[in-house]
């Protein structure tokens, strides 16, 4: 890292903790652990089986040795709480994780039944979109179903009544803004993130120039966030001038088509100056669901309204007598684009969901069979009529 993140990572305060999201909850959880004579700190990065924990004497490399699960949705993440040994073991070890209020999980690219965690203890998910080139909202999609479902499963945080379920609140930052000087062009590619996003703030940021970077340190100061999106799309630059130093390393993306390399190699948690704590992260190629089916139904917030309407309460909005979708979808209410990617997430999460859960498994199989039988029905009428 650096020479001048150093002294992001020494912020004074009278908690050396308190800038990195410590309260009297983690206080209240760490309280068996101190104890035993152990030290609370929260995981900065994280190499190889070792990871620097940021303490109140200061960021120690401690091995994880006594924290490495069988379950790899609980393996040390950056964004942790960890109960450490004291100051004089060489090594030092962690050895607990505390309860985590929040997580960023996608699911890993191999056929097994695994997530991948990417963030822990977050308060604000901020989902970086590049003008630069052509916009997938399919992708974007993906994304804030990811943020509604993802929870860390153990201490789940309920802000308000209506309040996202994982605890974080997902941001949508359109970064290079100034690549699109025209407001009328600007304002059509907002409004398409905004209706596919619907409730997420979206705020265009150009990170070179300055623009809506006050607005965007305002919205996360005082929490923790995550930078996520694909390589490329200039979170390092967002984090740099969030940080008001150059900490993160940025190279150019390629002309051709807008991407980048992957220029952050590890997920990093700093202190931001003006409040709060950033994580960044290397760029994702996939973002693979993740038991992600109310995050589905809150980004398809309207299908899901529509559907209610439906003649049959099991109705699969595809050829069905009385469906209320398919109708907004002929009036041209509803986007044959949304019910698409609405279509296409719901199943994808389900082959993830059936890969743990047997019934789930003999509904896809039963599913199967049927259309099968109606494929077989079909030619079989089709044959009838030529003869």
Known sequence: MPSSASSLLFPSSSNPLSPYGWDAGWDAEFAPYAQQGLVPGRVVRVDRGQC??????????????????????????????????????????ARA???RRTAFVRSTSSKRSEGQVLATNIDHIVICVSLAVDLDLGRLERFIALAWSSTGGEALLHKSADAWESGAQPVVVLTKADLVPDPVTRGHLVADVESAAP??????????????????????????????????A???TLANALLGAD????????????????TTTTRNLLVLPGGGVLIDTPGLRGVGLWDAESGVGQVFAEI??????????????????????????DDGALSERRLHSYRKLLRENRRI?????????????????VKQAQGRAAMEAKRGRRH
Do not use: I, N
Request: proline fraction near 6%.
């Open 247 to 262: 900490v993160m390393t940025v190279q150019a993306a390629r002309d051709v088509d807008g991407k980048g390399r992957h």
């Open 353 to 369: 969901v059936a890969k743990t859960d047997a019934r789930m498994r003999s509904e896809l199989r039963r599913e199967w069979r």
């Open 304 to 329: 899901e309204k529509l559907a209610a309407d439906c003649r049959f309460q099991d109705c699969a909005h595809e050829a069905e007598p009385g469906c209320a979708v398919l109708a907004a979808l």
């Open 97 to 99: 994780v505390l309860p």
């Open 234 to 236: 200039g979170k390092s």
């Open 199 to 232: 409730g997420v703030p979206v705020l265009p940021v150009s990170a070179t120039e300055g623009e809506g970077t006050e607005v965007l340190a305002a919205v996360v100061a005082g929490g923790t966030s995550v930078l996520l999106g694909q390589s490329g």
């Open 52 to 93: 620097d924990v940021v303490t109140p004497d200061g960021t120690v490399r401690v091995d994880t040795e006594f924290v490495v699960p069988r379950d790899p949705m609980k393996v040390v993440c950056t964004g942790d709480w960890v109960a450490v040994d004291p100051e004089g073991g060489d090594p030092r070890y």
